[in-house]
């Protein structure tokens, strides 16, 4: 059966208006095209559905049940046309992100806040969580994408470098290390150290070795979240490493941030996606938006 969405719509102005000459009108074609689309479409379902007259059109009694159906039918299509027309135009969609809780607290707000500036009608959602876990909330689909280190990843994920962050280390605004521009590695060792527990330790240590450095570090305390390693710093139990896009977060608890040199490490963040898995309008425009604005951040290339 061959129904053509020019058939079924002609049949609708036909019905509704109850002339052909008006219904043709309404459609932009003439009335001799009209006449064959529901010439055709009868042909196609093999039933009679208009009685015409030299006076009036009237539909047969299978033309009246069919009129409902097919209106609600073609209704939906439009509402799903204009849906995917808005999302194309980015005038709706929803992006979901999962980045770590230091990045959702510190970086990814003020960038959510510009994008929606210009696209008001696509909606932001973060879900923050452990950096260990950004690419569990990507494999399961939870998210669109996830921003998280340079990890080893499984065949079911693609990864894309999105930008690279050296180490800071922060210290109370009256710590001997704030008078100075930048801090050696090694400036560090009189100090309590703070810093995140798990691979965070593990891939730092196999860094510095990388450089052929003897540089030793030995964590007074260890925490899982960087909030909690800045209000220890606070405190005055120590000093803490931390990446450069957390930044406004450092300032807010009235810290200073320095970076880290003799040797320069670099952290690499990547984008987290599932292969082939296409990304809707709004989460790749608004991915290319993050790479476009997330270097104008200080320290970040």
Request: proline letters at 5%; aromatic letters at 6%; charged letters at 20%.
């Amino acid at each position: 059966m061959n129904v053509t969405l020019r058939q079924l719509r002609a049949f609708l102005a036909v019905a509704r208006i109850g002339s052909f000459t008006q219904a043709a009108e309404s459609l932009s074609i003439t009335q001799s095209a009209l006449s064959g689309l529901i010439k055709d479409l009868e042909a196609a379902l093999g039933l009679r559905l208009v009685d015409r007259s030299t006076r009036r059109v009237q539909l047969t009694g299978v033309g009246q049940s069919l009129l409902p159906v097919l209106d609600k039918v073609l209704q939906d299509l439009d509402v799903a046309i204009e849906r995917a027309v808005e999302l194309k135009a980015l005038r709706s969609g929803v992006v979901r992100v999962a980045v770590s809780q230091l990045m959702a607290s510190a970086m990814l707000p003020q960038l959510v806040a510009q994008y929606r500036a210009s696209h008001p009608g696509v909606e932001i959602k973060l879900v923050d969580c452990g950096v260990e876990h950004v690419m569990a909330r990507v494999f399961s689909g939870e998210v669109d994408f996830g921003i998280g280190p340079e990890r080893e990843v499984n065949s079911d994920i693609a990864s894309v470098s999105l930008f690279a962050a050296p180490f800071t280390v922060v210290v109370p605004a009256d710590h001997a290390l704030a008078r100075r521009p930048l801090v050696r590695w090694k400036e560090l060792t009189p100090y309590p150290l703070i810093m995140l527990q798990g691979k965070f330790i593990e891939h730092l240590m196999l860094d510095l070795r990388a450089t052929g450095r003897e540089i030793s570090l030995d964590p007074a305390y260890e925490v899982a979240f960087m909030s909690t390693a800045l209000a220890m710093v606070n405190a005055g139990l120590g000093i803490t490493l931390c990446m450069p896009y957390a930044a406004s977060l450092v300032q807010l608890y009235g810290l200073a941030m320095r970076p880290l040199v003799e040797p320069e490490i670099k952290r690499t963040f990547d984008v987290l996606t599932r292969r082939g898995r296409s990304l809707s309008p709004a989460a790749q425009n608004f991915l290319e938006f993050i790479g476009a604005n997330v270097r104008s951040i200080p320290y970040l290339s």
